[in-house]
């Protein structure tokens, strides 16, 4: 079974705290994603990495960060978390083809405070 | 740009009764389509997926049809279970993307 991991379910952090959320999967996927959900918004994408070290911007990148050292951890970095990004969290991966479906990890709850 | 636009919710429906939950898009090309389902407390798992025109999609009684004249994806069950409680969620991948496009989601609840 494909498994996706996510350091930690719920989160509180206080405003101006840097942030770090880790997602590890391990399939040997090449794609991984970092998702936000909000009620009434559905999943917003922050950004993706489609190979160690590289990283592109999804659709609301602002007030985030990303780092992928290593193929099976994905890293979400908030550098100076702030309430509005008081939101659920959500890391997927991939295999490359675009076909392919994306495993999602169980979420982070992070509230900023 | 992509997009996905799906029925608002809540839904809720009686144990063995219809259901549809509507989703149409917006892409150029031929994107792939899917349906992702989120239980309580969970992330998103993949519900059944058509990657072309009138593909059929189907995984747990659930089935949805691939409809580029239309463009739509609609998700349909015969006869809904308690256990089938959700949120459902309509998204595309646009040709050659590794992106997802979500619809906002419908949250479905099913009562005894």
């Known amino acids: 079974d494909v498994k996706v991991t996510q350091s930690s379910r719920y989160l509180v952090k206080r405003t101006g705290e840097k942030v770090f959320l880790e997602c590890v999967q391990d399939?040997?996927?090449?794609?991984m994603f970092w998702y936000r959900q909000d009620p009434g918004l559905g999943l917003r994408l922050i950004y993706f990495?489609?190979?160690?070290?590289?990283?592109e911007k999804g659709d609301i990148p602002e007030g985030y960060s990303v780092s992928r050292e290593k193929k099976e951890r994905f890293s979400l970095i908030l550098e100076s978390a702030s309430t509005n990004q008081t939101s659920m969290y959500l890391c997927?991966?991939?295999?490359?083809?675009?076909?392919?479906?994306?495993?999602f990890g169980p979420g982070t709850r992070l509230t900023v405070l | 740009g992509d997009s996905v636009t799906q029925m608002e919710g809540p839904v809720t429906l009686s144990e063995e009764a219809f259901l549809t939950i509507n989703c149409t898009y917006t892409?150029?090309?031929?994107?792939?389509l899917f349906w992702y389902v989120q239980y309580p407390g969970e992330g998103l798992q993949l519900l059944l997926k058509a990657t072309k025109a009138d593909d059929k999609g189907s995984n747990k009684g659930f089935e949805a049809t691939y409809r580029k004249e239309t463009t739509s994806f609609h998700l349909e069950k015969g006869s809904v279970q308690v256990s089938d409680s959700a949120v459902y969620f309509c998204?595309?991948?646009?040709?050659?993307?590794?992106?997802?496009?979500f619809g906002k989601g419908t949250k479905l609840s099913v009562i005894p």
């Open positions: 997927a991966s991939s295999y490359r083809a675009s076909y392919n479906e994306q495993f």
């Open positions: 998204a595309l991948r646009g040709a050659g993307s590794y992106q997802l496009t």
């Open positions: 990495s489609y190979d160690v070290k590289m990283k």
């Open positions: 892409a150029t090309g031929y994107p792939s």
């Open positions: 399939m040997d996927h090449e794609n």
